[in-house]
């Protein structure tokens, strides 16, 4: 999802009001707010402006914050972000993953996250790997997988997320609006991810969901407080969900490494956002995120 324009400054105060652990603004940045542990997650849109890549700007970001988590591209498999076939997303990936990694060997590199888990995209995926192998004679090196963890309908000429682009189908899930929030579909997904991690060889890795939230309105049926319960029932799941034969083995098995919920304060989609884009203030669930954050620290 894109950028969108607020009225308030983000900065350290705020990250320290949510409690929030890392973030992330679909940007690279040189300078981002770390602080008292903040990270920050910098994410290079494969979008045609930043097209070829803008390596001077790559440079600067690596060198001011060595050690960093990058995100290569973000959403390739919709029409209306990145937009890339498995084919041309391969190139672009092996682009920036061995441009990252010989500037900052330490860095670490996640593949971009497709908007769902849905055999859709478990197969613009795997049209990915086969690519990759194809184009430079070994597996495709990944260091984070991502994924995003919406519930949205795949059609193409409708509502949703459409077709992937290079996949010649015209429909995936045909989920309803209704089934946006839907607790088994949304966790479904997360399983589903790590058992296909298993069938590629790749259970040894962490994996983030790096984008998920509601993004239909209040008047479709999604007021704050039905927001808020999906998203503290979310947190439940990803923070404690584990399985001894398909979770990462070095995090006690559990299936998911880090979350971000969508998102912070968003103009054009607003329904979960945690901050009011005027004003600066937390919403009902902003002060949910931080109250269930400080539940979390209390733990500790």
Avoid: C
């Amino acid at each position: 999802m894109p950028r969108n324009v607020t009225d308030f400054q983000f900065d350290a105060a705020m990250a320290r009001q949510l409690g929030m652990g890392w973030y992330l603004d679909w940007h690279i940045d040189a300078t981002p707010v770390i602080t008292d542990g903040l990270e920050f997650a910098q994410l290079y849109a494969m979008r045609r402006s930043n097209l070829p890549l803008r390596r001077e700007l790559i440079a600067e970001a690596l060198a001011a914050n060595p050690g960093a988590l990058w995100l290569a591209g973000n959403e390739p498999d919709v029409i209306w972000q990145d937009n890339q076939t498995p084919e041309q997303y391969a190139q672009l990936y092996h682009q920036l993953y061995t441009f990252v990694k010989t500037l900052d060997p330490s860095a670490q590199v996640a593949i971009a996250g497709v908007t769902q888990v849905t055999p859709l995209r478990l197969q613009y995926l795997e049209e990915v790997l086969a690519a990759y192998q194809r184009l430079y004679g070994q597996e495709m090196p990944v260091d984070v997988w991502n994924i995003h963890a919406f519930i949205l309908r795949e059609e193409r000429d409708s509502w949703g997320v459409s077709i992937p682009p290079g996949i010649d189908v015209d429909q995936g899930m045909l989920w309803e609006i209704e089934d946006h929030d839907n607790l088994d579909l949304f966790r479904q997904q997360i399983v589903d991810f790590r058992r296909w991690m298993v069938k590629q060889g790749q259970r040894d890795k962490p994996l983030i969901v790096s984008e998920y939230g509601i993004l239909m309105p209040s008047e479709y049926g999604f007021p704050p407080e039905r927001v808020a319960a999906f998203m503290t029932e979310t947190f439940d799941f990803l923070l404690n969900a584990a399985d001894p034969d398909i979770g990462y083995p070095a995090d006690g098995n559990r299936l998911v490494q880090r979350l971000t919920w969508y998102s912070l304060s968003d103009t054009v989609y607003p329904t979960s956002n945690l901050v009011d884009p005027k004003t600066g203030e937390l919403t009902l669930l902003g002060q949910t995120f931080a109250n269930y954050a400080a539940s979390l620290a209390e733990g500790q």
